[in-house]
C-alpha cells in the first residue's frame, strides 16, 4: 500500500491518538518543531508501534525524524545503518546537540573508545547507535546485536533498525553498496525488531529493488511529493566554459554559500583557483584530493556561512547543511535523478534557493565516452544513454523544469509551477510552434498501435520502410513518412522534447519502450500551445553563420537584452500569476527592518558559541530560529522554547546566552 503525501496532515491522530499526541510531545521537547511536515506523523506513528516502513521522501525532506522520533518512544536501541562515516558523524553531533545518548561505532573509533561504547551499549546507555552494513556484518558486531537482544541491558534490547540511504541497496541507484544487500539477515534474525528503509531516490526501479533485497515485502510504503517547491529552476546554454556565466550568476549570490558542480577534477581545479582569483572564497573537493584536504574543506565549508565549494559529484551525499543558497552544474548531469539529488542540497532550511545548470552539446559526448568505458553490457549502455539524452533534452527544453521533474517521477504535477526560468519566461512563445508537429507525431504513434523506442518512430515519421514497417503495414498509415524532409536529428530531437514535455515516457520494465502519458491525451484534447526552442527541421545543417550575421545578432540581443529584460519579467510574473495552478511556496517573511541589525548580532553570538564549541553554527541554531528570535524579542525560556529549532536541550545549553544577547542588544539602541 503506498501512501501520499498530504500537506501537513493530521489524520494520523485519528488512528491512535495517544501515540500521535506522544510523537507531537518529542517532536516539541526534544527538536524544537511545532508539527510534523507531510507525512512524517504518520510514519512516526506507525513505526512506533511496531510496523515496517519504505519511507520515499526528497532530499531534505526530513527523513531522520521519522525514525529517530520513533526510536525514543520505542523501548530499546534503534541501530542506524548509514554508509558513509562523515554521515553517521553529522547525525550523531545533531542528535547529541538536541541531548540525545547518540554515537558511530566506525573505523574511527579507537580500541579504548569502541570498549566504552560496547559497554553503553549492553548497559543500556545508547538509544542510537550508528553503523555502516560492513561493520554490522562482521561478526564481532553481530555477538554484539544478540548480546543486546538477549539480555536486553537496561533499555529494553532492540528497538528499531533504520536503514538510511537505502538506494545504495539498488543497482539501478547511484551509490550501489554490495553490502547493502546482505542487511536481509536482519529481517531473518530479527523478525520482530521494526525495519524502515529510508531514500530520496523516487524511480520505481530502485524501490523495487529496496522492497526484494531488504524483505520488506509486508512494509507499508510512504511517499511523500518530490516537489521542493522553494527552489528555482534555470537551465541555460552554456557558452564556452561558462566562465563569465557563473561569474554574473554569482554576482547576484555575494556573500551566500554555495555549491559549485563540474564533472572532472579538473575542471574542479581550474574552477576554483579562476574563482579565487576573481575574490571568491571557493574551495575545490574532489576524489584526487588527499584524505586530510577534503575533510578539511568539508568542514570548512560546513562551518561558514559564504563559502562556495566547488566540486566533483563526490562532493554532498547527506551533507545536511541548511543554509545552501545556491548549487550550480558547470556541466550536465548524468541523468535527471542525478541532477534532481544534487539540486537538492540547496535550500534544505527551505528558504528560497537558486539551482542553476550550464549546459553544452558536447557534455553528451564526453558523457558517453564514459560510460562506454565503464562497460556495464550494452543494455545498460542504453539505459545510460536514453536517461542522458532525457536529460539533455530537458535542459533545452521549454516545459516547465518542476513538471517535467515531477512527471518523471510518477508523480502528477501540472505546470506552470511559476518558479522555473520556462515558467518565467516569455520565451516559449518566441520559438518553433509544434501543436501540429506533436499532434501528428502523437497520432501516429497512437495509431501504430505497438510501442516503440524513439528511433522507431522517428522512422515512422520519416517513412522509412523497414522490414517491421512492412509486415504490420504501417505505411498505410495517415501520417506515415510526414517528417520526410527533416533530418533525423531533428525528428529525434522532436520527440524528446515531448518526452520532457511529458507526453511520451520510456517504460524500463519493458525494456524501454515509449508510451503515450495521460498528459499526452490533454493535450490532444485540449488547445493547448506548445512551443519547442527550435525548429526540428533545421536541426542538422550547422550552418555557420557569417560574421555579419554574427554582429547582427549581438546588437539585437543586446539591445534586447536592455529593453526587455525589466520588462519581460514584470510581464511573465503577471502572466504566471494568472496562470499558475501550483504556485511555489511563498517567500519566507523578510525581517522588520529594525529586526536585521539584532539578527547580525545574534548571528556573531552564534559564530562565539560555535567557535568555542567547535561546532557548525547551524548545528547551534539554525538561520530560521535567529530570525525568530529577532522578530520575537524573547524575554524568557518559555517564550525561546516556542521558536522554531529551540528544544530542551538546547534551552539548557543556549538559552542564558542568547536572551541576554537579546536584552542586551535592545539596552544598547
Ligand atoms: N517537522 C519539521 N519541522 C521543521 N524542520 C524539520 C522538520 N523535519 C525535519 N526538519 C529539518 O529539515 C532538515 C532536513 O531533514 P533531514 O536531514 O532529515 O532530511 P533527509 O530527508 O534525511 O534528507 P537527505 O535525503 O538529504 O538525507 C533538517 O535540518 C531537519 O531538522
Ligand atoms: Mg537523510
Ligand atoms: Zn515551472
Redesign the pocket.
Known amino acids: 500500500m503506498t501512501q501520499q503525501s498530504s500537506l501537513f496532515s493530521d489524520d494520523f491522530s485519528l488512528e491512535d491518538p495517544s501515540m500521535a499526541q506522544e510523537a507531537r510531545l518529542v ?1 516539541k521537547k526534544v ?1 524544537g ?5 507531510g507525512l ?1 506523523g504518520e510514519i512516526v506513528t506507525h513505526a512506533a508501534r511496531g510496523g515496517d516502513s519504505l519511507v520515499l ?9 521519522c525514525f529517530q522520533i520513533p526510536g525514543l518512544i520505542r523501548e530499546g536501541l534503534t541501530i542506524v545503518i548509514s554508509p558513509l562515516i562523515s554521515l553517521m558523524q553529522d547525525q550523531v553531533q545533531t542528535l547529541q546537540e538536541n541531548g540525545l545518548r547518540a554515537c558511530a561505532y566506525n573505523s574511527s573509533l579507537g580500541l579504548k573508545e569502541k570498549r566504552q561504547v560496547e559497554k553503553d551499549l549492553l548497559a543500556g546507555q545508547v538509544d542510537f547507535l550508528y553503523l555502516a552494513p560492513e561493520r554490522l556484518m562482521t561478526q564481532a558486531c553481530q555477538d554484539l546485536l544478540e548480546e543486546i537482544d538477549i539480555n536486553g541491558g537496561k533499555g529494553g534490547g532492540l528497538g528499531l533498525f533504520a536503514i ?2 537505502a538506494h545504495c541497496v539498488s543497482k539501478w541507484g547511484h551509490d550501489f553498496r554490495p553490502e547493502y544487500r546482505r542487511l536481509n539477515y536482519l529481517a531473518k534474525r530479527y523478525p520482530n525488531v521494526p525495519r524502515m528503509a ?3 531516490t523516487a524511480d520505481k526501479f530502485t524501490r523495487a529493488d529496496i522492497i526484494r533485497e531488504l524483505k520488506l515485502e509486508k512494509a507499508r510504503v510512504f511517499m511523500g511529493s518530490f516537489d521542493r517547491p522553494n527552489l528555482t529552476y534555470h537551465l541555460t546554454k552554456r557558452i564556452r566554459q561558462g566562465s563569465e556565466q557563473i561569474l554574473n550568476f554569482l554576482k547576484d549570490h555575494e556573500g551566500e554559500c554555495g555549491i559549485i558542480y563540474c564533472l572532472s577534477r579538473r575542471k574542479v581545479e581550474e574552477t576554483a583557483t579562476f574563482l579565487k582569483i576573481k575574490g571568491y572564497p571557493a574551495l575545490p573537493y574532489h576524489a584526487g584530493l588527499d584524505n586530510a584536504t577534503r575533510r578539511d574543506h568539508q568542514e570548512q565549508f560546513l562551518q561558514s556561512e559564504n563559502m562556495i565549494i566547488v566540486a566533483t559529484i563526490a562532493f554532498g551525499m ?3 547543511k ?1 543554509n545552501v543558497r545556491f548549487v550550480a552544474h558547470m556541466d550536465l548531469p548524468k541523468n535527471i535523478e542525478n541532477y534532481y539529488q544534487e539540486t ?2 540547496a535550500g ?3 528558504l528560497p534557493a537558486v539551482v542553476q545548470l550550464f549546459y553544452g552539446a558536447r557534455d553528451i559526448v564526453v558523457l558517453k565516452m564514459m560510460m562506454r568505458k565503464n562497460n556495464r553490457g550494452t543494455g545498460r549502455f542504453f539505459f545510460e544513454s536514453e536517461n542522458l539524452e532525457s536529460m539533455y533534452s530537458f535542459a533545452s527544453s521549454t516545459a516547465c523544469r518542476r513538471q517535467t521533474i515531477l512527471q518523471g517521477f510518477d508523480e502528477d504535477f501540472r505546470g506552470p509551477c511559476g518558479n522555473c526560468d520556462n515558467c518565467f519566461s516569455l520565451a516559449q512563445e518566441e520559438g518553433f510552434s509544434a501543436r501540429e508537429w506533436a499532434m501528428k507525431i502523437l497520432v501516429l504513434y497512437y495509431r501504430a498501435k505497438h510501442l516503440q523506442s524513439p528511433q522507431d518512430l522517428c522512422d515512422l515519421a520519416r517513412g522509412l520502410v523497414t522490414l517491421k514497417v512492412r509486415e504490420k503495414k504501417w505505411f498505410e498509415l495517415e501520417n506515415f513518412g510526414f517528417l520526410m524532409d527533416t533530418p533525423e536529428k531533428g525528428v529525434l530531437y522532436g520527440i524528446r522534447q515531448l518526452m520532457s514535455h511529458g507526453f511520451l515516457k520510456m517504460d524500463w520494465n519493458k525494456g524501454g519502450l515509449l508510451q503515450l502519458t495521460p498528459l499526452a491525451l490533454d493535450f490532444l484534447k485540449e488547445e493547448k500551445d506548445l512551443y519547442f526552442r527550435d525548429n526540428p527541421k533545421r536541426l542538422t545543417q550547422k550552418v555557420k553563420p557569417t560574421t555579419a550575421e554574427k554582429a547582427a545578432t549581438k546588437k539585437k540581443k543586446a539591445a534586447k537584452k536592455a529593453t526587455t529584460k525589466k520588462a519581460t519579467t514584470k510581464k511573465a510574473t503577471k502572466k504566471i500569476a494568472k496562470k499558475t495552478t501550483n504556485k511555489a511556496k511563498p517567500a519566507p517573511t523578510k525581517l522588520k527592518a529594525d529586526a536585521g541589525g539584532l539578527f547580525e548580532h545574534l548571528k556573531e553570538l552564534r559564530r562565539k558559541e560555535s567557535k568555542k564549541r567547535r561546532l557548525p553554527a547551524f548545528k547551534i541554531f ?1 538561520d530560521q530560529t535567529l530570525k525568530e528570535m529577532a522578530e520575537n524579542l524573547p524575554e524568557s525560556n518559555e517564550e525561546l522554547l516556542d521558536l ?2 529551540v528544544g530542551e536541550a538546547k534551552l539548557k545549553k543556549y538559552g542564558k546566552v542568547f536572551l541576554k544577547g537579546i536584552a542586551d542588544y535592545q539596552m544598547n539602541l
Open positions: 517532536l527538536f518543531y511545532q508539527s510534523f511536515r512524517q521522501m526528497p532530499t531534505g525532506g526530513g527523513k531522520s525524524l538510511d540511504e529510508l531514500t530520496a547527506g551533507i545536511d541548511p537538492g542540497r534544505r532550511d527551505g539554525h522554531y529549532g
